[in-house]
């Protein structure tokens, strides 16, 4: 696993504070898509103003019509409500998912936070089967935790 490995190049890109924040959230997303094999898709989505939805800002993979999530709706909406990580082996066991493409079988999200207050999420989608661990919960927790210190 490249975790590890990624930590320091994700650093830099966040540091890089000569490029905007939303250049630097699309160029982690692009690391993460492009070195890991199992990660297909990968978005960073924030609450978008008073409203009770999300919005995606950054992202890495196929183009999605998912721009805008309601809370409470879909893997992500769901983690804007409850403020937990979900992990999803299969998304075609859960009710409440929103295909963003067939080739869509496992997700992963993770809370963002800000002094406390969940504020947006990292969301990967995957093509593989069952393909997440603990340790891409605590490598995207990671994440988060240094995307909140540009925020």
């Known amino acids: ?12 890109i966040l540091q890089n504070d000569q490029r ?6 699309t160029e982690v997303c692009e690391l993460l ?3 890991i094999p ?16 999300l919005k995606l800002k950054s992202f890495a993979g196929e183009p999605t019509d998912h721009t805008i ?15 937990k990580n979900f992990v999803v082996s299969d998304v075609k066991a859960q009710n409440n998912y929103i295909a963003c493409s067939i080739h869509v079988k496992a997700e992963i999200v993770i ?6 207050e969940n504020i947006g999420q990292i969301d990967i989608d995957s093509h593989t089967e069952d393909p997440f661990s603990h340790e891409d919960e ?7 935790a240094k995307v909140s210190e540009i925020l």
């Open 1 to 12: 696993m490249p975790f590890q490995k990624l930590k320091p190049q994700i650093e830099t």
């Open 38 to 53: 199992y990660y297909d898709w990968v978005g960073f989505y924030f609450k978008n103003g008073d409203k009770e939805e």
């Open 138 to 144: 605590i490598f995207l927790e990671w994440v988060n």
């Open 69 to 83: 999530i309601p809370f409470g709706k879909g893997i992500c909406g769901q983690v804007a409500v409850s403020n």
């Open 111 to 116: 809370p963002l936070f800000v002094n406390g």
């Open 33 to 35: 898509e492009t070195t």
């Open 20 to 25: 905007s924040v939303d250049d630097r959230l």
